[in-house]
T-cell receptor
Framework: SQTIHQWPATLVQPVGSPLSLECTVE??????LYWYRQAAGRGLQLLFY??????ISSEVPQNLSASRPQDRQFILSSKKLLLSDSGFYLC??????????FGPGTRLTVT | GQQVMQIPQYQHVQEGEDFTTYCNSS?????IQWYKQRPGGHPVFLIQ?????EVKKQKRLTFQFGEAKKNSSLHITATQTTDVGTYFC??????????FGTGTRLTIIP
């Protein structure tokens, strides 16, 4: 069966510091991968998605970037965090069936 | 861009009452999906509807896809405290990603 991992679960970072969040998927090959951000009590904002290694589509211009160095690894990064980057970051995967399966998320607080 | 409207934004019900959330689109949809996110948790896929007029049930949950495939609803009969959470609809517009509705947050008054 498929499993999706995200870490860390929570993170507190100062403004201006770098960020690296990792997501890995097990039990499937060539999945579509997605990064979402969710502000407290709000909906899901799609940040990036990838349909293959090295292929990244950006949905919202911002100071974040994403990379997919391996088939089942998706990384979200920032060189310098802003206060507005605080939120709940969710990674998800899907295959041809299109429904998405989410990881447990990372709760980021920028101070 | 393509959007899907979801109402209401919030719903407070007494335990045992029914609950319904609606999603509407201005364009004909190929399919619609529903997700549930418990407080503090991540969204979990519930179901996908594909056919015009389709009705699917999962215990106390009833999902409907409109005849014109432009709207959908999720109805919960006799809510329980375990139903608390935010319910999202999501649409695949055929561009490798889902467009999520804004969600309906359900709270239950015991």
């Amino acid at each position: 069966s498929q499993t999706i991992h995200q870490w860390p679960a929570t993170l507190v970072q100062p403004v201006g510091s770098p960020l690296s969040l990792e997501c890995t998927v097990e039990g499937t090959s060539n999945p579509n991968l997605y990064w979402y951000r969710q502000a407290a009590g709000r909906g899901l904002q799609l940040l990036f998605y990838s349909v293959g290694i090295g292929q990244i589509s950006s949905e919202v211009p911002q100071n974040l970037s994403a990379s997919r160095p391996q088939d089942r690894q998706f990384i979200l990064s920032s060189k310098k965090l802003l206060l507005s980057d605080s939120g709940f970051y969710l990674c998800a995967w899907s295959d041809l069936a299109s429904e998405q399966y989410f990881g447990p998320g990372t709760r980021l607080t920028v101070t | 861009g393509q959007q899907v409207m979801q109402i209401p934004q919030y719903q407070h019900v007494q335990e045992g009452e029914d609950f319904t959330t609606y999603c509407n689109s201005s364009t004909t949809l190929s399919n619609i999906q529903w997700y549930k996110q418990r407080p503090g948790g991540h969204p979990v896929f519930l179901i996908q509807l594909v056919k015009s007029g389709e009705v699917k049930k999962q215990k106390r949950l009833t999902f409907q896809f409109g005849e014109a495939k432009k709207n959908s609803s999720l109805h919960i009969t006799a809510t329980q405290t375990t139903d608390v959470g935010t319910y999202f609809c999501a649409v695949d517009f055929g561009n490798e990603k889902l467009t999520f509705g804004t969600g309906t947050r359900l709270t239950i008054i015991p």
